[in-house]
Nanobody, 122 residues
Framework: EVQLVESGGGLVQAGGSLTLSCTTS????????IAWFRQAPGLEREGVSC????RASYADSAADRFSISTNGHTAYLQINNLKPEDTAVYYC???????????????????WGQGTQITVSS
């Protein structure tokens, strides 16, 4: 059974940093792509970043302040210089994958964590 558990969210002042963790089980990383999505109130879920066999990709809005990585069966998303517009629930997601084809859409991911809230105060 595939399970994803996020942690590391919280309340932070603008300009601060956070590192989110996504602890997985049942997902051999070599066969799964791991992605981070976020959803702000009233907005659609949007992709932030993904990683597959060490290759990472970022949304245009995330390229300069976000960093995705993995270590063992845990994926991380480091966010620097947080801004109020980063306030959202952050989700990690996983999908079986055999070849790199980019981050794909949220609908392509079969497994999701419960989400972790980041609130950035100005």
């Amino acid at each position: 059974e595939v399970q994803l558990v996020e942690s590391g969210g919280g309340l932070v002042q603008a300009g601060g940093s956070l590192t989110l963790s996504c602890t997985t089980s049942g997902t051999p990383f070599g066969d799964f792509i791991i992605a981070w999505f976020r959803q702000a109130p009233g907005l659609e879920r949007e992709g932030v970043s993904c990683i597959f066999r060490g290759r990472a990709s970022y949304a245009d809005s995330a390229a300069d302040r976000f960093s995705i990585s993995t270590n063992g069966h845990t994926a991380y998303l480091q966010i620097n210089n947080l801004k109020p517009e980063d306030t959202a629930v952050y989700y990690c997601a996983a999908a079986f994958k055999s070849v790199w084809s980019g981050c794909d859409f949220a609908s392509d991911y079969q497994y999701w964590g419960q989400g972790t809230q980041i609130t950035v105060s100005s």
